[in-house]
């Protein structure tokens, strides 16, 4: 039957019936409606309009089934397209809602703007271009402790930011709280190398240190929150019972990480070990 869907003759015998069902259908109600109105009965006026509702309502049920009844097939092959449709629909312009929600997520948090270096799903790069769907980043190696580019440029959907971590390294004005470790043995003249690193660190951060200041104090007063301060320090850590970590913080631009790290590791072990009474012997681990 359902090749005859649109056929002429389907249509006429199926209209043919439903017009016979929908004419015997009134009828019968306008039966049980005469007589319940002029029935010789004891009942009130609210009574008889009270059977009266129940009886329309019992064939307004009536006439749905009957018409599902012989229009079942089409009815169901019908709402079967309109389904398909509109799942076909949904599937489609799925990942494209999702994307225009991760813009408004972004705009609203305000999770990153242009020239920003970020890191979202494993990936980590500065953001050159982004648009309503999609968001295009500069690549640095992830792996590296400088941020080197690859020279790759990489293209995420905006819908990223609904499911995933968003590390924005600009967070105060593309300065970052940068970490170098310098590790010595025990037997070496530990007080004077970081008294000499953190000298070195004041030098190369000094044209920078202002700036910072200023921008963590705006932050701090815009977001009611406390930075520590931006002045480099030195924490000491013991790694190993015989070896000792000099652990430097430095602020610096986010731009410049690997090229201030370079400069303060060279001049440090230029420096440091320049004088004779620092340089490591055969055997540079303290005696038991």
Known sequence: MSSNWFSESYVVNNGAVTLIFLAALVFIRFSFTRTIRTINRPWSAEQRLR???YVRSFFFGVLVLGLLYIWGEQVH???VSIFAIAFALVFSVKELFMCMNGSV???RGNLYNLGDRIEINGVRGEVIDMNLLSTTLLESDSHAKGHHNTGRMVIFPNSFVMN???VNESFIDHFLFHTLSVPLYMNQDWKKAKELLLDIAKEECAPYLETARKRVAEVARHKSIDF??????IVLQMTTPTEIALKLRFPGPGHLKGR????ILNRFLERFYEDSSSELVNDPQPKA
Do not use: D, H, K
Request: net charge neutral; no cysteine.
């Open 51 to 53: 059977l009266i509702g």
């Open 164 to 166: 995933n971590f968003v």
């Open 77 to 79: 092959n019908f709402a």
């Open 260 to 263: 201030l790290e370079q400069t």
């Open 105 to 107: 997520l972004r705009l």
């Open 228 to 233: 520590p301060s931006v002045e480099p320090r």
